[in-house]
């Protein structure tokens, strides 16, 4: 039985080894995509560098001839309804087309981005406004930078409106998101707030943002909103759980194979007396054949 115990005990310890080194291998791929950490609660890291370069530079809001408000992103759609969808990118972003954002505000502790497409398509006197706020906690002695709402203003008198809470941030640091949505494929950061809102689909990608501590014209180390469940640690979870189904089936083996030799020991004890009592009978036997 020395054998087979060998055996799992040798499985027993590739296993762990294995486990070992794939929980420091997806630790050293988390913690390689991460340069500064924030808040704990928040569950963000901050990044270097937002990404690749993105085909138009920040939309920019001033201030007394600063900046107070940057604004980018790699595509924003609109979608009412069943109808096709509205890029507003270029519109957006480009310096040929240039956004109306002269209803803007900036202060200390409110800043509004107001974006004035005029007539898109069907829609008339689009507007889309951004609502962030700039909060002092004690918890974590910081300031936080949050946006409050997203707005789509159109045909003058209705409004969409979406709850934007789950966007916040160190206000030392601006915002990045891959997707910022309406959308449950895309971890639904915009929330309706009105029965109107829910007749829309909104999505900003490579969502990157600032409102507050702006140095230089240029966007701070960014708190990202990486999810909890990244594909290298949704991976690495797979893999502990097969590892963790061949640990436990390595366990069974080891509690049946010492069942197994448990029984051939009560076997054993049974076995030895009745062949001892078969040669005595049989020893009698002779002797009283010899005497007669």
Same mark, same amino acid.
């Given at each position: 039985?020395? @054998?087979?115990?060998?055996?799992?005990?040798?499985?027993?310890?590739?296993?762990?080894?294995?486990?070992? &080194?794939?929980?420091?291998?997806?630790?050293?791929?988390?913690?390689?995509?991460?340069?500064?950490?924030?808040?704990?609660?928040?569950?963000?890291?901050?990044?270097?560098? !937002?990404?690749? *370069?993105? !085909?138009?530079?920040?939309?920019?809001?001033?201030?007394?001839?600063?900046?107070?408000?940057?604004?980018?992103?790699? +595509?924003?759609?609109?979608?009412? %309804? /069943?109808?096709?969808?509205?890029?507003?990118? %270029? /519109?957006?972003?480009? !310096? #040929?087309?240039?956004?109306?954002? @002269?209803? &803007?505000?900036? /202060? %200390?502790?409110? *800043?509004? #981005?107001?974006?004035?497409?005029?007539?898109?398509?069907?829609?008339?006197?689009?507007?889309?406004?951004?609502?962030?706020?700039? =909060?002092?906690?004690?918890?974590?002695?910081?300031?936080?930078?949050?946006? %409050?709402?997203?707005?789509?203003?159109?045909? +003058?008198?209705?409004?969409?409106?979406?709850?934007?809470?789950?966007?916040?941030?160190?206000?030392?640091? &601006?915002?990045?998101?891959?997707?910022?949505?309406?959308?449950?494929?895309?971890?639904? #950061?915009?929330?309706? @707030?009105?029965?109107?809102?829910?007749?829309?689909?909104?999505?900003? =990608?490579?969502?990157?943002?600032?409102?507050?501590?702006?140095?230089?014209? +240029?966007?701070?180390?960014?708190?990202?909103?990486?999810?909890?469940?990244? !594909?290298?640690?949704?991976?690495?979870?797979? =893999?502990?759980?097969?590892?963790?189904?061949?640990?436990?089936?390595?366990?069974?083996?080891?509690?049946?194979?010492?069942?197994?030799?448990?029984?051939?020991?009560?076997?054993?004890?049974?076995?030895?007396?009745?062949?001892?009592?078969?040669?005595?009978?049989?020893?009698?036997?002779?002797?009283? +054949?010899?005497?007669?």
């Amino acid at each position: 039985m020395a @054998s087979p115990w060998k055996h799992c005990c040798i499985l027993l310890f590739v296993v762990a080894i294995h486990l070992q &080194s794939c929980s420091c291998q997806y630790q050293r791929s988390a913690d390689s995509s991460a340069v500064v950490s924030v808040h704990e609660a928040s569950r963000r890291r901050l990044l270097q560098a !937002p990404g690749a *370069a993105l !085909p138009f530079p920040p939309l920019q809001v001033l201030s007394d001839g600063k900046p107070c408000i940057l604004f980018q992103a790699r +595509k924003l759609s609109l979608r009412y %309804e /069943r109808q096709k969808h509205l890029d507003l990118t %270029e /519109r957006t972003f480009s !310096p #040929l087309k240039s956004v109306d954002t @002269s209803q &803007s505000v900036c /202060r %200390e502790d409110k *800043a509004m #981005l107001v974006m004035r497409y005029g007539d898109v398509e069907d829609l008339r006197s689009l507007s889309i406004i951004v609502q962030m706020s700039n =909060t002092f906690y004690e918890s974590s002695d910081q300031w936080w930078f949050s946006m %409050e709402s997203v707005s789509l203003l159109y045909n +003058k008198s209705e409004e969409a409106a979406f709850n934007a809470s789950e966007v916040y941030a160190p206000a030392s640091s &601006s915002y990045h998101c891959l997707h910022v949505s309406n959308l449950q494929h895309y971890s639904t #950061l915009l929330l309706p @707030s009105n029965e109107q809102a829910r007749r829309w689909s909104i999505t900003f =990608t490579n969502f990157h943002i600032q409102a507050f501590n702006i140095t230089a014209g +240029k966007f701070s180390p960014a708190s990202d909103c990486a999810t909890f469940l990244t !594909p290298a640690i949704l991976m690495g979870l797979i =893999t502990s759980l097969i590892l963790l189904l061949v640990l436990a089936y390595a366990l069974h083996m080891v509690i049946h194979l010492k069942h197994i030799e448990h029984d051939d020991d009560h076997k054993a004890d049974i076995y030895y007396p009745e062949n001892a009592e078969q040669t005595e009978q049989c020893c009698v036997e002779d002797v009283e +054949k010899n005497i007669l």
